[in-house]
């Protein structure tokens, strides 16, 4: 098994649309994702980020990047998978994709292995 | 393994969202002032964000409950600030009361505070001076959690209808500067009356018949049990009453899903399904109407909870206790006039004498009470005439019916009445 960080960008945006009950729903089908990757052993870990922050470039340090703006990320998974396209896979199953999110993929390097 | 610790994620409660919207809008109202109402509907929008943008990592807090209502009173708390704030540096000059110390404030959010808070709530929304309609609308929104869009679906009313009748009302709640804690106000026997009439009415939204949206109307009636349940809590003076109208909801509730055909029209008592009633509803109907007849006075629910028990106690249709329904319907409308109660009397009259008795009955009714506009009248006439056979008048009377009645639901039924008399006009030439 290999590690993938799937990094998500959540379109805060929608929320504003969305009553309690939908929100509620919205949850319940994360945990239910979740439920099920941790069932298959896919599931090592993951959690929300702080919406700001700060970027430094050199001696430059700005704020951001906000989550609100779609390019900061909003938070991480941590999956366990035999390939990128298994990992590719189990990532079209996150429920934020529906509400306009979008999950990146990266498989984390392993050590002393060129692959 | 690291991934065990995150599969205990918990199945949240149905509804828990719009049940904790609720309870928190009432403590932030209370904090802000009703005139702030935007301010609590914001922060409880915020920590919704907050729940999801939390809990979607597959960790659900212990306590849910706990956990939003801590959100909401850590960012009422920096709101809070904010207008202090602002009203020192502008001299704003804000009329409401806002709380001066952290501690005062931080009360509010105490849970027996917060259920005192709902009642509050309740009460300012069941404010006589507004239209009933926009009562019931805004003792959805902001004491039951509801969202616009599901109290249009609920009321069978347009999305921007409800958000229209919303601004309306709480630009009034700002403009007349409506208090929020009045205890004198629970006191008062005519503002706990008036209450009661929005939840009747409440139930009586989700109840209507209609094909349209009956999951979340049937929410709708149950929120009016909820409330009538709240209110319980209370040492009232119309805690009797109260009781009645729970034991009357209760009944009707325990019918709902045999209340109406497949396309949503009203089906007749005769033919509903009553193996669909529900036996658990019917036994807290009759627990509320005992405890509801050891207060002094007999109240209008006493005595429709009283009939709709006769209902709910007959085995089937014609076992019914006619009688005892009669006598119901004479006590209430000895004492208010409503064209309901007289025609709801005179089909009981039929079903316990025969329809000619019944048809009888009801034409004097028609003339004393002048129900000629009525298409429930209409229609009786008509269920009377077919069923002693004359199929033709019956036509005739549901057509008339038809022509008045307003509702889609009862086109329905009574097409359906009308197309009976067609078949059995044919079968018999």
Known sequence: ?115 | MEAASNTDARVLVEHLFREESGKMLAALSRLFGLGRMDVAEDIVHETFVAALRTWQFGKVPDSPSAWLMQVARNKALNELKRLQHRRKVTDDADPSMLPVTEEEAGRVFLDHEIKDSRLAMLFACCHPEFPIKSQVILTLRAVCGFAPKEIAAGMLMSEDAVAKTLVRVKKEIKERNIPFQAPIVFRSQHRQEAVLTVIYLLFNEGYKSSAANELVRSELSYEAIRLARLLTGYALDTLHETYALLALMYFNFARFRSRTGELGEPLLLKDQDRSLWDHELIAEGYRYLALSRQGEKVTRYHLEAGIAAVHCSAKNFESTDWKAVINYYDLLSERWRSPLYVLNRVIAVGNCWGPEAGLDALQKAGEEEGLGSNHLYHAALGSFCFDMGDYRKAAAHYKKAYALAESSSDRIFLEKRIAECDRDLLTRH
């Open chain 1, 1 to 115: 098994m290999k590690e993938f960080l799937l990094l998500l960008r959540e379109n805060i945006e929608a929320y504003k649309s969305m009553t309690p009950e939908e929100m509620q729903k919205e949850i319940e089908s994360h945990i239910k994702w979740v439920e099920n990757l941790s069932k298959n052993g896919h599931f090592k870990g993951g959690h929300p980020l702080e919406p700001g922050g700060t970027t430094l470039k050199g001696k430059l340090v700005t704020d951001g990047p906000f989550i609100e703006s779609k390019e900061g990320v909003s938070g991480y998974y941590f999956l366990l998978a035999s390939n990128l396209e298994e990992a590719t896979e189990l990532a079209k199953g996150c429920p934020t994709l529906q509400i306009g999110g979008s999950v990146e993929v990266r498989p984390l390097m392993a050590y002393g292995s060129s692959q």
